[in-house]
């Protein structure tokens, strides 16, 4: 009788199986694809340039577009300019991805949740990223004439 047919191997072999299956995170892709909008004065603009970092990497994207950037533990940060339109800086947080986490703690007793914590898998960013850009100043200084609120 070979020790491949008996109830303790075949037992080893699910458990290693099981293991290995319910760690997602683990094997999961620290990549997420990210849609950028950039809103000013309630209205989208397009061709804004945009800069994307965290400790991990920088990324360029031109809004409205899609990035992939590599998920971290840190904020998103980013910054995003139109020449003559105006400028943005947000910052967005990383929160835990729960779907993967409650396998993990299931069934790798929390394994795959250490490691999550070092390569950033186990956390995604928002998937649709807004951000306000605020006008750029006027060059020459013209501009509508300012209003003034006088009391009596």
Not at 78 to 96: I, M, N, Q
Request: aromatic share 4%; with cysteine.
């Amino acid at each position: 009788m070979s020790h491949r047919n008996t109830p303790l191997f075949r037992s080893l072999v699910l458990g290693a199986c099981a293991l290995l299956g319910g760690c997602a995170t683990l094997s999961e892709s620290p990549q997420q694809q990210l849609e950028l909008h950039a809103i000013l004065d309630h209205r989208e603009v397009g061709g804004v340039g945009c800069l994307l970092s965290n400790d991990v990497g920088r990324w360029y994207v031109v809004a409205p577009g899609r990035v992939t950037v590599t998920r971290s533990t840190a904020p998103l940060q980013v910054s995003c300019k139109k020449e003559g339109k105006g400028s943005a800086r947000e910052l967005f947080a990383s929160r835990a991805d729960t779907s993967s986490l409650i396998g993990n703690l299931v069934i790798s007793a929390g394994l795959g949740v250490l490691v999550d914590r070092h390569s950033g898998a186990g956390h995604a960013y928002p998937q649709v990223l807004t951000v306000l850009m605020q006008p750029a100043p006027d060059p020459d200084g013209v501009g509508e004439p300012a209003v003034e609120s006088r009391v009596f």
